[in-house]
């Protein structure tokens, strides 16, 4: 009795190993197939809200498809990815839309900028710390000193551009900054400027190899937002059954 019951003991620890073994097969599994997912289904997430936000700044004024078909064209000639292109776009239309500036100025003011940042080679993390200072002077009103300070560093062009606006040697502009004598209405002349005169020569930037990298990665986020419909189904079925093998595991051990 006693080496019938301890076959028993001892069949059933297989049996609970073999158990345990599979659950821990499905969740390698599980884990292997939530890593391949979470890239996509965090960039639909991204591209999703950034949409939204957009979206939600602009309900206000009534024209939603305007600022998402503007987002868009940007996203077209500057080769952004649409997410970049709505976050940067949501990013000056907050600060500007509100104040009385047109869509169509804002517009301009964006096509302005990404055309300096081009052509100046500026990487995306200085264009992205030029645009924020430069967004935040179009919001005050005025471009001071240390924003003026940071975009003559990483888009000069645009410093460039406000002086010949101003009809002033750019030796001075920094104290016209000073005097506070830069005003928004300047700055979007000046970038108006540069979005249609450096238009040629934007053509041939958009040629280069950083950019044919860029246009492969966009075209990557794209795929990846295509899957997202389909992926986030799925990776939350694998959530379940990892969790329901995990219970399974613990149970076991214990």
Do not use: C, H
Not at 10 to 35: D, N, P, R
Not at 171 to 186: H, N, P
Request: aromatic share 4%; charged share 20%.
């Amino acid at each position: 009795v006693d080496s019938e019951a301890k076959r028993t003991d001892v069949g059933g620890g297989i049996g609970g190993l073999g158990a345990a073994g599979g659950a821990l097969a499905a969740l390698a599994a599980g884990a292997g197939g939530l890593a391949v997912g979470q890239q996509a289904v965090q960039a639909g997430i991204q591209r999703e809200e950034s949409t939204r936000r957009l979206a939600a700044l602009s309900a206000a004024f009534g024209e939603v498809t305007q600022a998402q078909d503007a987002a868009s064209r940007a996203a077209e000639r500057f080769g952004l990815s649409q997410t970049e292109a709505n976050q940067s776009f949501a990013q000056i239309y907050a600060r500007l839309r509100p104040i009385g500036i047109s869509l169509a100025e804002i517009e301009t003011a964006f096509n302005g900028f990404n055309t300096a940042a081009r052509l100046s080679g500026a990487s995306t993390q200085e264009a992205s710390n030029a645009w924020l200072q430069l967004s935040q002077a179009l919001g005050s009103g005025v471009l001071r000193g240390e924003e003026l300070n940071s975009i003559f560093e990483q888009t000069p062009s645009i410093v460039q551009a406000i002086a010949l606006e101003m009809n002033a040697p750019i030796g001075q502009v920094r104290k016209l900054a000073e005097d506070g004598k830069i005003t928004s209405d300047i700055v979007i002349k000046a970038l108006r400027n540069i979005a249609t005169q450096g238009a040629g020569q934007l053509e041939d930037a958009m040629k280069g190899p950083a950019q044919q990298i860029r246009n492969l990665q966009n075209a990557f986020q794209d795929l990846q937002n295509e899957a997202a419909d389909t992926v986030s189904p799925a990776a939350i079925e694998a959530t379940k059954a990892l969790t329901a093998a995990l219970k399974v595991s613990t149970l076991f051990l214990q």
